[in-house]
């Protein structure tokens, strides 16, 4: 059974920046295509970001010039730097990996991540 923990939210200054990590265990993490997602409270989980095996990467417009996604194949880890982050950045991050099919693992704990001053 794959393992996918989150880490590295916190709370934050509006503006202030953080990096999110993913780190997975199994053998297959180089040939998948990750997301994070996010949920914030009374909402819907929503996607903010995917990246592909080849590394084509995609951020919701929301996030977009502020967040980036990236990936160390060789730590079997997966990244997501949030800049000049705002207030309704707010929420529980979750990574997962996706197939044609839908997400592949039942959500994990998530990472808290709180913007306020």
């Known amino acids: 059974q794959v393992q996918l923990v989150e880490s590295g939210g916190g709370l934050v200054q509006p503006g202030g920046s953080l990096r999110l990590s993913c780190a997975a265990s199994?053998?297959?993490?180089?040939?998948?295509?990750m997301v994070w997602y996010r949920q914030a409270p009374g909402k819907q989980r929503e996607l903010v970001a995917t990246?592909?095996?080849?590394?084509?990467?995609y951020v919701t417009d929301s996030v977009k010039g502020r967040f980036t996604i990236s990936r160390d194949n060789a730590k079997k880890t997966m990244y997501l730097q949030m800049n000049s982050l705002k207030p309704e950045d707010t929420a529980v991050y979750y990574c997962?990996?996706?197939?044609?099919?839908?997400?592949?693992?039942?959500w994990g704990q998530g990472t808290q991540v709180t913007v306020s001053s």
């Open positions: 997962n990996e996706v197939t044609r099919f839908g997400v592949r693992y039942s």
């Open positions: 199994g053998s297959s993490f180089s040939i998948a295509t």
């Open positions: 990246i592909t095996s080849d590394r084509t990467t």
